[in-house]
Protein backbone atom coordinates (compact mmCIF):
# COMPACT_ATOMS: atom_id res chain seq x y z
CA UNK A 1 0.00 0.00 0.00
CA UNK A 2 0.88 3.51 -0.96
CA UNK A 3 1.82 5.80 2.32
CA UNK A 4 0.07 8.95 3.15
CA UNK A 5 3.23 10.46 2.44
CA UNK A 6 3.55 9.00 -0.79
CA UNK A 7 0.16 10.41 -1.68
CA UNK A 8 0.91 13.46 -0.36
CA UNK A 9 4.47 13.97 -2.45
CA UNK A 10 2.29 12.79 -5.68
CA UNK A 11 -0.47 16.05 -5.32
CA UNK A 12 2.68 18.90 -5.42
CA UNK A 13 4.31 16.71 -8.04
CA UNK A 14 1.19 16.76 -10.18
CA UNK A 15 0.54 20.41 -9.99
CA UNK A 16 4.25 21.25 -10.86
CA UNK A 17 3.63 18.93 -13.94
CA UNK A 18 0.44 20.66 -14.87
CA UNK A 19 2.23 24.40 -14.12
CA UNK A 20 5.06 23.17 -16.17
CA UNK A 21 2.92 22.06 -18.84
CA UNK A 22 0.76 25.23 -19.27
CA UNK A 23 4.18 27.50 -18.75
CA UNK A 24 5.69 25.68 -21.69
CA UNK A 25 2.19 25.70 -23.71
CA UNK A 26 2.28 29.41 -23.59
CA UNK A 27 5.45 29.96 -24.80
CA UNK A 28 5.19 28.01 -27.75
CA UNK A 29 2.55 30.69 -28.47
CA UNK A 30 6.25 32.86 -29.24
CA UNK A 31 7.41 33.20 -32.83
CA UNK A 32 8.39 30.23 -34.93
CA UNK A 33 11.81 30.92 -36.46
CA UNK A 34 14.85 28.56 -37.69
CA UNK A 35 16.37 28.61 -34.68
CA UNK A 36 19.61 26.82 -35.53
CA UNK A 37 20.72 29.65 -38.21
CA UNK A 38 19.67 31.84 -35.82
CA UNK A 39 22.52 29.61 -33.62
CA UNK A 40 24.79 29.84 -36.03
CA UNK A 41 24.81 33.76 -36.52
CA UNK A 42 25.68 34.30 -33.29
CA UNK A 43 27.91 32.17 -32.76
CA UNK A 44 29.54 34.02 -36.09
CA UNK A 45 29.33 37.11 -34.11
CA UNK A 46 30.52 35.87 -30.53
CA UNK A 47 33.50 34.94 -32.36
CA UNK A 48 34.30 37.65 -34.78
CA UNK A 49 33.66 40.21 -32.29
CA UNK A 50 36.11 38.78 -29.95
CA UNK A 51 38.68 38.86 -32.90
CA UNK A 52 37.75 42.14 -33.09
CA UNK A 53 38.19 43.35 -29.56
CA UNK A 54 41.69 41.64 -29.65
CA UNK A 55 42.91 43.25 -32.44
CA UNK A 56 41.73 46.98 -31.01
CA UNK A 57 43.18 45.99 -27.82
CA UNK A 58 46.63 45.36 -29.07
CA UNK A 59 46.56 48.23 -31.04
CA UNK A 60 45.41 50.79 -27.99
CA UNK A 61 47.43 48.80 -25.62
CA UNK A 62 50.51 50.10 -28.12
CA UNK A 63 50.35 53.89 -27.89
CA UNK A 64 52.59 54.22 -24.81
CA UNK A 65 54.84 51.98 -26.75
CA UNK A 66 55.10 54.10 -29.46
CA UNK A 67 55.40 57.32 -28.41
CA UNK A 68 58.29 56.20 -25.85
CA UNK A 69 59.73 54.84 -29.25
CA UNK A 70 59.48 57.89 -30.47
CA UNK A 71 60.67 60.40 -27.92
CA UNK A 72 64.09 58.12 -27.63
CA UNK A 73 64.24 58.28 -31.55
CA UNK A 74 64.45 61.98 -31.60
CA UNK A 75 66.60 62.07 -28.82
CA UNK A 76 68.96 59.70 -30.58
CA UNK A 77 68.45 61.79 -33.75
CA UNK A 78 68.87 65.37 -32.81
CA UNK A 79 72.01 65.54 -29.96
CA UNK A 80 70.85 68.82 -29.10
CA UNK A 81 67.21 67.31 -27.60
CA UNK A 82 66.86 68.31 -24.06
CA UNK A 83 66.44 64.89 -22.21
CA UNK A 84 62.93 64.87 -19.93
CA UNK A 85 63.44 61.44 -18.05
CA UNK A 86 59.83 62.20 -17.11
CA UNK A 87 58.13 61.86 -21.03
CA UNK A 88 60.09 58.40 -20.90
CA UNK A 89 59.29 57.61 -17.40
CA UNK A 90 55.35 58.55 -17.39
CA UNK A 91 53.11 57.10 -20.09
CA UNK A 92 50.66 58.53 -21.86
CA UNK A 93 47.86 56.36 -21.22
CA UNK A 94 47.39 55.89 -17.49
CA UNK A 95 46.72 52.63 -16.40
CA UNK A 96 43.59 52.86 -14.90
CA UNK A 97 42.50 54.19 -18.15
CA UNK A 98 44.02 50.87 -20.23
CA UNK A 99 42.10 48.63 -17.49
CA UNK A 100 38.97 50.17 -17.70
CA UNK A 101 39.43 49.33 -21.56
CA UNK A 102 40.65 45.46 -20.30
CA UNK A 103 37.80 45.22 -18.32
CA UNK A 104 35.14 46.41 -20.71
CA UNK A 105 36.25 44.32 -23.42
CA UNK A 106 36.39 41.32 -21.17
CA UNK A 107 32.45 42.01 -19.83
CA UNK A 108 31.81 42.53 -23.93
CA UNK A 109 33.71 39.31 -24.86
CA UNK A 110 31.58 37.84 -21.85
CA UNK A 111 28.18 39.01 -22.98
CA UNK A 112 28.25 37.84 -26.60
CA UNK A 113 29.90 34.49 -25.08
CA UNK A 114 26.70 33.82 -23.08
CA UNK A 115 24.74 34.77 -26.25
CA UNK A 116 26.27 32.03 -27.95
CA UNK A 117 26.50 29.68 -25.05
CA UNK A 118 22.55 30.11 -24.32
CA UNK A 119 22.33 30.38 -28.30
CA UNK A 120 23.99 26.88 -28.61
CA UNK A 121 22.79 24.99 -25.34
CA UNK A 122 21.31 21.53 -25.36
CA UNK A 123 18.44 22.40 -23.66
CA UNK A 124 16.19 21.16 -26.00
CA UNK A 125 17.97 18.03 -26.82
CA UNK A 126 18.31 16.97 -22.56
CA UNK A 127 14.54 17.55 -22.41
CA UNK A 128 13.88 15.58 -25.28
CA UNK A 129 16.12 12.23 -23.79
CA UNK A 130 14.81 13.16 -20.44
CA UNK A 131 10.92 13.30 -21.52
CA UNK A 132 11.14 9.80 -23.76
CA UNK A 133 12.69 8.05 -20.10
CA UNK A 134 10.11 9.94 -18.67
CA UNK A 135 7.55 8.73 -20.57
CA UNK A 136 9.13 5.00 -20.45
CA UNK A 137 8.77 5.13 -16.51
CA UNK A 138 5.44 6.19 -16.73
CA UNK A 139 4.47 3.94 -19.13
CA UNK A 140 5.73 1.12 -17.06
CA UNK A 141 3.79 2.60 -14.00
CA UNK A 142 0.62 2.53 -15.84
CA UNK A 143 1.07 -1.06 -17.28
CA UNK A 144 1.87 -1.76 -14.02
CA UNK A 145 -1.48 -0.14 -11.98
CA UNK A 146 -3.88 -1.80 -14.42
CA UNK A 147 -2.03 -5.21 -14.82
CA UNK A 148 -1.40 -6.07 -11.30
CA UNK A 149 -3.51 -3.35 -8.82
CA UNK A 150 -6.71 -1.93 -10.78
CA UNK A 151 -7.83 -0.75 -7.59
CA UNK A 152 -4.90 1.77 -7.23
CA UNK A 153 -5.28 2.87 -10.97
CA UNK A 154 -7.48 5.85 -9.26
CA UNK A 155 -4.76 7.44 -7.26
CA UNK A 156 -3.76 10.74 -8.25
CA UNK A 157 -0.72 10.03 -9.45
CA UNK A 158 -2.47 8.92 -13.03
CA UNK A 159 -3.71 12.38 -13.80
CA UNK A 160 -0.43 13.68 -12.79
CA UNK A 161 1.22 11.69 -15.51
CA UNK A 162 -1.20 13.20 -17.67
CA UNK A 163 0.19 16.87 -18.50
CA UNK A 164 3.17 15.79 -18.80
CA UNK A 165 2.73 12.93 -21.76
CA UNK A 166 0.59 16.00 -23.87
CA UNK A 167 4.02 17.63 -24.35
CA UNK A 168 5.42 15.64 -27.42
CA UNK A 169 9.00 15.99 -27.96
CA UNK A 170 8.31 17.85 -31.13
CA UNK A 171 6.21 20.88 -28.80
CA UNK A 172 8.46 20.99 -26.32
CA UNK A 173 11.47 21.87 -28.63
CA UNK A 174 9.78 24.49 -29.63
CA UNK A 175 8.57 25.75 -26.40
CA UNK A 176 12.39 25.75 -25.31
CA UNK A 177 13.60 27.22 -28.13
CA UNK A 178 10.83 30.03 -28.08
CA UNK A 179 11.85 30.98 -24.61
CA UNK A 180 15.56 30.98 -25.34
CA UNK A 181 14.63 33.07 -28.28
CA UNK A 182 12.77 35.42 -26.17
CA UNK A 183 15.89 35.42 -23.61
CA UNK A 184 18.43 36.34 -26.28
CA UNK A 185 15.94 39.14 -27.57
CA UNK A 186 15.91 40.95 -24.03
CA UNK A 187 19.57 40.65 -23.72
CA UNK A 188 20.51 42.21 -26.91
CA UNK A 189 18.31 44.66 -26.13
CA UNK A 190 19.10 45.91 -22.24
CA UNK A 191 22.76 45.33 -23.70
CA UNK A 192 22.02 47.47 -27.05
CA UNK A 193 22.67 51.19 -26.24
CA UNK A 194 25.59 50.46 -23.57
CA UNK A 195 27.43 48.45 -26.72
CA UNK A 196 26.61 50.92 -28.92
CA UNK A 197 28.52 53.33 -26.30
CA UNK A 198 30.80 51.18 -26.01
CA UNK A 199 31.71 51.00 -29.43
CA UNK A 200 32.05 55.30 -30.14
CA UNK A 201 34.43 55.13 -27.45
CA UNK A 202 36.42 52.49 -29.14
CA UNK A 203 36.64 54.36 -32.14
CA UNK A 204 37.40 57.46 -30.63
CA UNK A 205 40.55 55.37 -29.46
CA UNK A 206 41.27 53.44 -32.70
CA UNK A 207 41.22 56.92 -34.63
CA UNK A 208 44.04 58.21 -31.84
CA UNK A 209 46.07 55.33 -32.62
CA UNK A 210 45.55 55.64 -36.67
CA UNK A 211 46.64 59.48 -36.11
CA UNK A 212 49.61 58.85 -33.43
CA UNK A 213 51.04 56.07 -35.95
CA UNK A 214 50.45 58.02 -38.92
CA UNK A 215 51.96 61.53 -38.19
CA UNK A 216 54.98 59.98 -37.17
CA UNK A 217 55.55 58.69 -40.58
CA UNK A 218 54.53 61.75 -42.02
CA UNK A 219 57.47 63.40 -39.36
CA UNK A 220 60.03 61.05 -40.75
CA UNK A 221 59.51 61.66 -44.47
CA UNK A 222 59.35 65.39 -43.71
CA UNK A 223 62.57 64.71 -42.21
CA UNK A 224 64.07 62.53 -44.96
CA UNK A 225 63.33 65.29 -47.48
CA UNK A 226 65.22 67.89 -45.83
CA UNK A 227 67.62 65.34 -45.36
CA UNK A 228 67.39 64.95 -49.47
CA UNK A 229 67.39 68.92 -50.08
CA UNK A 230 70.55 69.30 -47.71
CA UNK A 231 72.98 66.47 -49.90
CA UNK A 232 71.47 67.74 -53.33
CA UNK A 233 72.81 71.10 -51.76
CA UNK A 234 75.90 69.72 -51.11
CA UNK A 235 76.24 67.51 -54.27
CA UNK A 236 76.50 64.76 -52.08
CA UNK A 237 74.73 62.11 -54.97
CA UNK A 238 75.09 58.86 -52.72
CA UNK A 239 73.25 60.21 -49.86
CA UNK A 240 71.22 61.87 -52.19
CA UNK A 241 70.14 59.00 -53.80
CA UNK A 242 70.08 56.76 -50.69
CA UNK A 243 67.47 59.59 -49.04
CA UNK A 244 65.65 59.00 -52.06
CA UNK A 245 64.92 55.47 -51.74
CA UNK A 246 64.50 55.96 -48.16
CA UNK A 247 61.45 58.48 -49.01
CA UNK A 248 60.22 56.21 -51.39
CA UNK A 249 59.75 53.01 -48.89
CA UNK A 250 58.77 55.86 -46.27
CA UNK A 251 55.53 56.62 -48.85
CA UNK A 252 54.82 53.48 -49.45
CA UNK A 253 55.06 51.97 -45.64
CA UNK A 254 52.65 54.85 -44.37
CA UNK A 255 50.00 53.94 -47.04
CA UNK A 256 50.20 50.05 -46.23
CA UNK A 257 49.93 50.95 -42.47
CA UNK A 258 46.94 53.47 -43.15
CA UNK A 259 45.53 50.75 -45.22
CA UNK A 260 46.04 48.22 -42.20
CA UNK A 261 45.32 50.77 -39.76
CA UNK A 262 41.46 52.09 -41.33
CA UNK A 263 40.49 48.38 -41.78
CA UNK A 264 40.46 48.00 -38.08
CA UNK A 265 38.35 50.82 -38.13
CA UNK A 266 36.56 49.50 -40.87
CA UNK A 267 35.14 46.31 -38.86
CA UNK A 268 34.37 47.99 -36.15
CA UNK A 269 31.80 49.77 -38.77
CA UNK A 270 31.23 46.64 -39.39
CA UNK A 271 30.43 45.24 -35.55
CA UNK A 272 28.15 48.39 -35.65
CA UNK A 273 25.92 47.05 -38.51
CA UNK A 274 25.96 43.60 -37.37
CA UNK A 275 24.81 44.65 -33.78
CA UNK A 276 22.42 46.73 -35.20
CA UNK A 277 21.02 43.98 -37.70
CA UNK A 278 20.89 41.71 -34.39
CA UNK A 279 18.99 43.87 -32.41
CA UNK A 280 16.80 44.71 -35.58
CA UNK A 281 16.37 41.10 -35.73
CA UNK A 282 15.54 41.20 -31.83
CA UNK A 283 12.26 43.45 -32.43
CA UNK A 284 11.21 42.21 -36.08
CA UNK A 285 8.75 39.37 -36.21
CA UNK A 286 11.07 37.29 -37.28
CA UNK A 287 10.35 36.51 -40.71
CA UNK A 288 12.39 34.74 -43.50
CA UNK A 289 13.90 38.29 -44.79
CA UNK A 290 14.34 39.61 -41.95
CA UNK A 291 17.01 36.64 -40.73
CA UNK A 292 18.52 36.82 -44.21
CA UNK A 293 19.39 40.38 -43.62
CA UNK A 294 20.57 39.09 -40.20
CA UNK A 295 22.70 36.30 -41.65
CA UNK A 296 23.90 38.53 -44.37
CA UNK A 297 25.38 41.24 -42.59
CA UNK A 298 26.85 39.43 -39.68
CA UNK A 299 29.11 36.93 -42.45
CA UNK A 300 29.96 39.93 -44.12
CA UNK A 301 31.21 41.11 -40.55
CA UNK A 302 32.97 37.90 -39.77
CA UNK A 303 34.76 37.71 -42.96
CA UNK A 304 36.22 41.06 -42.57
CA UNK A 305 37.12 40.39 -38.92
CA UNK A 306 38.79 37.26 -39.75
CA UNK A 307 40.90 38.68 -42.68
CA UNK A 308 42.36 41.95 -40.35
CA UNK A 309 42.74 39.38 -37.42
CA UNK A 310 44.89 37.37 -39.87
CA UNK A 311 46.54 39.99 -41.20
CA UNK A 312 47.24 41.20 -37.56
CA UNK A 313 48.74 37.83 -36.84
CA UNK A 314 50.19 38.07 -39.46
CA UNK A 315 52.40 41.04 -39.23
CA UNK A 316 52.58 40.45 -35.24
CA UNK A 317 54.88 37.09 -36.28
CA UNK A 318 56.90 38.99 -38.94
CA UNK A 319 57.76 41.09 -36.40
CA UNK A 320 58.91 38.82 -33.45
CA UNK B 1 28.93 67.91 -23.22
CA UNK B 2 30.06 70.93 -24.63
CA UNK B 3 33.27 71.02 -23.30
CA UNK B 4 33.87 67.38 -24.60
CA UNK B 5 32.84 69.04 -28.14
CA UNK B 6 34.87 71.84 -27.48
CA UNK B 7 38.03 69.65 -26.54
CA UNK B 8 37.41 67.55 -29.48
CA UNK B 9 37.25 70.80 -32.00
CA UNK B 10 40.96 72.27 -30.37
CA UNK B 11 42.48 68.33 -31.02
CA UNK B 12 41.51 68.51 -34.67
CA UNK B 13 42.48 71.76 -34.79
CA UNK B 14 46.08 70.89 -33.34
CA UNK B 15 46.22 67.99 -35.50
CA UNK B 16 45.05 70.02 -38.92
CA UNK B 17 47.71 72.79 -38.09
CA UNK B 18 50.03 69.92 -37.65
CA UNK B 19 49.30 68.31 -40.70
CA UNK B 20 49.83 71.67 -42.51
CA UNK B 21 53.44 72.65 -41.06
CA UNK B 22 54.26 69.63 -42.06
CA UNK B 23 53.37 69.59 -45.57
CA UNK B 24 55.06 73.35 -45.89
CA UNK B 25 58.40 71.46 -44.45
CA UNK B 26 58.19 69.61 -47.26
CA UNK B 27 57.96 72.46 -49.69
CA UNK B 28 61.42 72.51 -51.53
CA UNK B 29 60.93 75.87 -52.32
CA UNK B 30 61.49 77.03 -48.66
CA UNK B 31 64.87 77.21 -47.44
CA UNK B 32 66.09 74.30 -45.74
CA UNK B 33 66.75 75.97 -42.44
CA UNK B 34 62.89 77.41 -42.41
CA UNK B 35 61.42 73.80 -43.48
CA UNK B 36 63.69 72.37 -40.52
CA UNK B 37 61.62 75.13 -38.17
CA UNK B 38 58.91 74.13 -39.21
CA UNK B 39 58.99 70.68 -38.91
CA UNK B 40 60.17 70.93 -35.59
CA UNK B 41 57.42 73.39 -35.11
CA UNK B 42 55.27 70.31 -35.90
CA UNK B 43 56.69 68.43 -33.71
CA UNK B 44 56.11 70.25 -30.60
CA UNK B 45 52.09 70.84 -32.02
CA UNK B 46 52.28 67.18 -32.06
CA UNK B 47 52.97 66.59 -28.41
CA UNK B 48 50.36 69.05 -27.40
CA UNK B 49 47.78 66.56 -29.63
CA UNK B 50 49.18 63.63 -28.07
CA UNK B 51 48.51 64.90 -24.55
CA UNK B 52 45.13 66.64 -25.68
CA UNK B 53 44.16 63.15 -26.93
CA UNK B 54 45.76 60.99 -23.45
CA UNK B 55 43.38 63.37 -21.58
CA UNK B 56 40.61 62.30 -23.17
CA UNK B 57 41.55 59.12 -23.33
CA UNK B 58 42.52 58.80 -19.25
CA UNK B 59 38.76 60.37 -19.13
CA UNK B 60 36.87 58.27 -21.56
CA UNK B 61 37.79 55.44 -18.32
CA UNK B 62 34.81 56.19 -16.28
CA UNK B 63 32.41 56.16 -19.54
CA UNK B 64 33.90 52.86 -19.94
CA UNK B 65 32.78 51.67 -16.82
CA UNK B 66 29.30 52.63 -17.12
CA UNK B 67 28.57 50.88 -20.09
CA UNK B 68 30.81 47.71 -18.49
CA UNK B 69 28.18 47.64 -15.59
CA UNK B 70 25.46 47.88 -18.62
CA UNK B 71 26.72 44.83 -20.15
CA UNK B 72 27.88 43.03 -17.30
CA UNK B 73 23.38 43.53 -16.36
CA UNK B 74 22.48 41.83 -19.35
CA UNK B 75 25.26 39.10 -19.29
CA UNK B 76 23.33 37.97 -15.22
CA UNK B 77 20.09 38.17 -17.40
CA UNK B 78 21.52 35.98 -19.40
CA UNK B 79 23.37 33.85 -17.26
CA UNK B 80 19.80 33.45 -15.57
CA UNK B 81 17.72 32.54 -18.42
CA UNK B 82 20.35 29.62 -19.26
CA UNK B 83 19.34 28.10 -15.25
CA UNK B 84 15.91 28.71 -15.76
CA UNK B 85 16.51 26.34 -18.95
CA UNK B 86 18.55 23.99 -17.45
CA UNK B 87 15.77 23.75 -14.78
CA UNK B 88 12.84 22.93 -16.83
CA UNK B 89 14.90 20.35 -18.32
CA UNK B 90 15.46 19.18 -14.35
CA UNK B 91 12.02 19.22 -13.73
CA UNK B 92 11.68 16.34 -16.92
CA UNK B 93 14.75 14.78 -15.60
CA UNK B 94 13.51 14.82 -12.01
CA UNK B 95 9.84 13.27 -13.02
CA UNK B 96 11.91 9.91 -14.26
CA UNK B 97 12.86 9.68 -11.32
CA UNK B 98 9.57 9.86 -9.26
CA UNK B 99 7.92 7.74 -11.68
CA UNK B 100 10.23 5.14 -11.09
CA UNK B 101 9.82 5.30 -6.80
CA UNK B 102 6.22 5.66 -7.41
CA UNK B 103 6.67 1.93 -9.22
CA UNK B 104 8.52 0.64 -6.81
CA UNK B 105 6.07 1.53 -4.24
CA UNK B 106 3.32 0.15 -6.19
CA UNK B 107 5.14 -3.47 -6.51
CA UNK B 108 5.92 -3.40 -2.50
CA UNK B 109 2.24 -2.55 -2.15
CA UNK B 110 1.13 -5.60 -4.37
CA UNK B 111 3.52 -8.18 -2.45
CA UNK B 112 2.19 -6.70 0.65
CA UNK B 113 -1.19 -7.03 -0.32
CA UNK B 114 -0.73 -10.44 -1.69
Known amino acids: ?320 | MPATKATKSVRKKLLDAFGEMVDKSMDPNIPIAQRQALLNRAQELRTQWVELEAARFNKDAAAFQKAQDKVSEAVTDLRKATKELDDIVKIAEKATKVFGLVDKLLKQAVKALV
Not at chain 1, 47 to 65: M, R, S
Open chain 1, 1 to 320: MLSKADRRAATPFRQALSGLALTLLLAACGTPRDFSVYQETIAEFQKATDQTATVALEYVHGINDVERENELKLLREDPDRLLDARKLATPVLTAEALRARDRTFSVLKQYTQMLADLADSDASERWKAASERTAAAAELLIEDLSNVAPSLASLPITDAISPLRTISNVIAKEIIDAKRARALDAAIEKAAPAIQDISALLREDLEFVIQQRDTLKQQEISQLSIEYAQAQQLGNEPVRLAKLREIDQKIRARKEGLITLQSVLQTLDQFDAAHDSLLRYARSDKGPQDLYDLVAIVRNYAATAEEVFAAFKKAGDASS
